[in-house]
């Protein structure tokens, strides 16, 4: 039988009279990594948030693996939803040991983190002169400090060059190896397609399409017209 560590079931978010997210149910699978695909404005952050514990939903439901959602769930739940947080004047390590403080986290997985996110060699470096992908990164170790079975991440790629993208997605690949199920959103298709099993096309709130994605689909075309569709 499929096992999901996530499901929502016609989840939705109001702001005012805006229905900013409109009965959306995803299905992410154990040990895969889900694109949450969408155009700006589209309700890609509103769901991550409603998941993460941020923002309370309107209506509808959050199962994390096939149990509803509770609070107590946000310990297997790890997120990095816009900007991470850092100290500036701190080093990685330190950033990282200031995070397991405030959580009440054990420092025994700082070593672990850094090493997942290839940023082990950062020394005495300042995280204020990190590159973007290296403080995306960065962000990404915090989030794991908790040893988390669900990853959260809202458009890592965001800001990133090339180079710090290539970097981001393959540290994203290892972690279904590691144990951990990942969602991701972006609204530039090309920068996750390669690197995603299954996809949710979402716009105006709508969850428009949802499906595995072999590696010959042009994600681009199905993306363009589902998008098109949901326009006219
Ligand atoms: N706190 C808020 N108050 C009012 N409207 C909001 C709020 N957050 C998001 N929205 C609106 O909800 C819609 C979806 O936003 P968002 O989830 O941020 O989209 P995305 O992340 O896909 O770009 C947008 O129209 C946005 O303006
Ligand atoms: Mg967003």
């Not at 509770?70 to 330190?94: F, S, V, W």
């Not at 995070?99 to 996110?117: Q, R």
């Not at 995280?127 to 988390?148: C, D, E, V």
Request: with cysteine; proline share 3%.
């Amino acid at each position: 039988m499929q096992k999901y560590s996530l499901e929502t079931k016609n989840l939705c978010k109001h702001f005012g009279k805006q229905q900013a997210v409109n009965n959306v149910s995803l299905k992410v699978q154990t040990g895969t990594i889900y694109g949450l695909l969408g155009p700006n404005g589209a309700g890609k952050t509103t769901t991550l948030k409603m998941i993460s514990g941020l923002l309370h939903s309107s209506s509808g439901e959050i199962l994390i693996d096939g149990e509803k959602w509770e609070r107590k769930h946000l310990e297997e739940i790890g997120a990095l939803i816009e900007a991470p947080a850092l100290y500036g004047n701190l080093t990685a390590k330190e950033n990282l040991l200031v995070h397991t403080k405030l959580m009440g986290l054990s420092k025994k997985s700082i070593n672990d983190v850094l090493e997942t996110v290839d940023l082990k060699n950062t020394g005495k470096k300042l995280s204020s002169h990190f590159s973007m992908g290296m403080k995306q990164r960065l962000g990404m170790a915090i989030s794991l400090l908790g040893n988390p079975k669900l990853l959260i991440l809202d458009e890592p790629t965001n800001g990133l060059d090339p180079i710090g993208i290539q970097e981001l997605r393959e540290v994203i690949r290892s972690f279904p190896n590691k144990g951990i199920t990942v969602i991701v959103s972006s609204h530039v298709l090309t920068e996750i397609s390669q690197i995603v099993d299954h996809v949710g096309i979402i716009s105006d709130g709508l969850l428009r399409y949802q499906g595995a994605l072999s590696q010959e689909e042009d994600l681009e075309a199905l993306f363009m017209k589902v998008v098109r569709e949901a326009r006219k």
